[in-house]
């Protein structure tokens, strides 16, 4: 092996995980919004309060010119009940803001009442109800278990194992 091919193949660097490629190729898009690394986008539920991160979205940060500090928040509410609460949160929102950044990176909010993205979150899933020969074909498979507890841990089991599938009954 010549030195050059050991060179060749160290250039490339083999496997890199994803989040770092990520971050540099998201680092100009959050840049342009004012978002230093996008973590307030991320983490804004843990400094605006769940309630709060739910009807609100940070949009954009804009700073004075040739400072870094003192800069103006841009957010989007979905209704203009939460524009009077935050109103009254604002100071207190700005400084949980601040001490997020480490400095004084937000001295104003500018509110403005639009549509939000449809949140990722789905609902809880819900088991079906079991159908009758289901419950006995359960029932059945747990007669030999003698404890209790392990027998209601099986049935449980059981049950969302079952719920998972179509109705289909399995008939002997």
Not at 21 to 47: E, N
Not at 53 to 73: C, D, S, V, W, Y
Not at 86 to 111: T, Y
Not at 122 to 149: H, I, T, Y
């Amino acid at each position: 092996m010549t030195a050059r091919s050991i060179r060749q193949r160290k250039r490339g660097g083999g496997p890199r995980a994803i989040a770092a490629s990520l971050a540099a190729t998201t680092r100009d898009i959050f840049q342009k919004r004012g978002f230093a690394d996008g973590a307030i986008l991320k983490d804004w539920p843990t400094i605006a309060g769940e309630h709060l991160a739910r009807h609100t979205r940070p949009e954009k940060i804009t700073h004075p010119k040739a400072q870094g500090t003192g800069g103006t928040l841009y957010l989007t509410i979905e209704n203009g009940s939460i524009a009077l609460e935050l109103q009254h949160l604002q100071p207190l929102l700005i400084e949980r803001i601040n001490g997020f950044f480490g400095f004084k990176a937000v001295e104003r909010l500018k509110i403005t009442q639009g549509p939000l993205p449809a949140s990722g979150e789905r609902p809880a899933w819900q088991p079906r109800d079991l159908e009758k020969g289901e419950e006995a074909n359960l029932a059945e498979s747990l007669m030999d278990v003698q404890d209790d507890d392990l027998r209601r841990a099986l049935e449980n089991l059981g049950r969302a194992v079952l719920a998972r599938r179509p109705g289909a009954v399995d008939k002997k």
